[in-house]
């Protein structure tokens, strides 16, 4: 197996479409445009900063990674401002994605275009204006995210939402993948969304998972994960359909992993079994060993829990080979629950374009009960050419995908 088998079709069986990455979109706390958004993680920026759009007055934690300056659609910029903010906050970066994939609303109407959200609280601001009493000319929920803007699309493939909270993203990339190999959409838009809320901000409080100042992940002083919001926005067609688009794709997809542990509802199995299959399904759909990893994308929310098990999952998928590089985000963006994969996933093509890693931020005493690689303070440059991305959520529900550089050149074989 070689890295350049994605590019030279090796890999394909009969039937199947190839699923790459053609668009890029994302809105955080630290960019709200891709330009802004890997310059600032490069910088090391943090979105951390006192919450604003609700009331933390009784909270004993009221910082998080807020976005000012929500984008304003240029699609339908009217009825979005009627919308609930994670909506808001999603078709922003739709755009900004169908924009850098050369679709524009003449060529969507000639494709079959689908679209898969992921997400945790969905729309939920309209339902927590109307616990207060509040008055709301939104409507709130989930699957409100996802009938809005294909609506204002016009989308003609099929529409998925999903809500496998923080591995929402990575479920949605997969069902993209998996619309595009059957054959049933030309494009898909897969997206990660969600936004700060109250009743998210006081759950994650009364679990006593917060940290009071900064997200630490992987540090031995680590207290607890920051909550986030954003969106991440990933264009996904075979490649076929790109070529035919005169369009050179940004990254490979090349295989996806999902396991439910069930270990408990808010506690990881410590030894991290349903991630290491997760891992492992991942590595085998894409065909590639674990030796050809080159970064692997952390969930890393920098609880104890998390970390540790995380690190022990890694431990054993790698056992046999030496442990690639890694990193987290969560320390500059928060934890953007189901946007979190989706913008992680954004961040490795990056990786995989520009030959750099991103550092983990705050990460300055490393836990010597987490033994993995973790990048720390400085950039690492590195022919990044594999990235593994994982994301874990309550209940035991874990994720992982594969993405590939795209290479006109065929390295050296990884056998």
Known sequence: ?????????????????????????????????????????????????????????????????????IPLSEYAPDALLKSGRATRILMPAIEQALRNAGLDKPVLSRCRVGLCVGTTMGDIDPLE????GKRSEAFGGPHVITEQIGRLLGLSG????FTNACAAGNFAIARAMDEIASGRADVMIAC??????????????????????????FDVRRKGLILGEGAGVLVIESQAHAQARRIRPRAGLLGYGMSCDAH?????????????RAMRAALKMA??????????????????????????ALTA????????????????????????????????????????????????????????????????PGRYLIVLSNSYAFGGVNSSIVLSAVHPERPENLE
């Open 264 to 276: 408990h509802i808010t506690q990881p199995d410590p030894q991290g079994e349903g991630a290491v």
């Open 192 to 217: 990660g969304a969600d936004s700060l809320s109250w009743v998210a901000f006081t759950g994650f409080s009364s679990l006593r998972a917060m940290a009071p100042d900064r997200c630490r992940p």
């Open 1 to 69: 197996m070689n890295h350049a088998d994605f590019a030279s079709g090796e890999r394909s069986r009969e039937g199947e479409q190839r699923a790459v990455v053609t668009g890029l979109g994302v809105v955080t706390s630290i960019g709200t445009d891709e330009v802004s958004f890997w310059r600032n993680l490069l910088r090391g920026e943090t979105g951390v900063k006192p919450i604003t759009v609700f009331d933390v007055e009784k909270h004993t934690n009221r910082m998080g990674c807020q976005i000012d300056d």
């Open 129 to 132: 204006d109307a616990i207060q």
């Open 317 to 380: 998928v790698f056992k046999e080979t030496r442990l690639p590089a890694a990193s987290s985000i969560k320390g500059h963006i928060g934890h953007t629950l189901g946007a979190a994969s989706a913008i992680e996933a954004v961040m490795s093509v990056k990786c995989l374009e520009e030959g750099l890693a991103p550092p983990t931020l705050n990460l300055e005493q490393p836990d010597p009960a987490c033994p993995v690689p973790v990048l720390m303070k400085e950039p690492a």
């Open 158 to 161: 099929p529409v998925w939402t």
């Open 287 to 312: 065909a590639v060993p674990a030796s050809a990893v080159d970064y692997v994308s952390l969930h890393g929310t920098g609880t104890q829990a998390n970390d540790k098990m995380e690190a022990a």
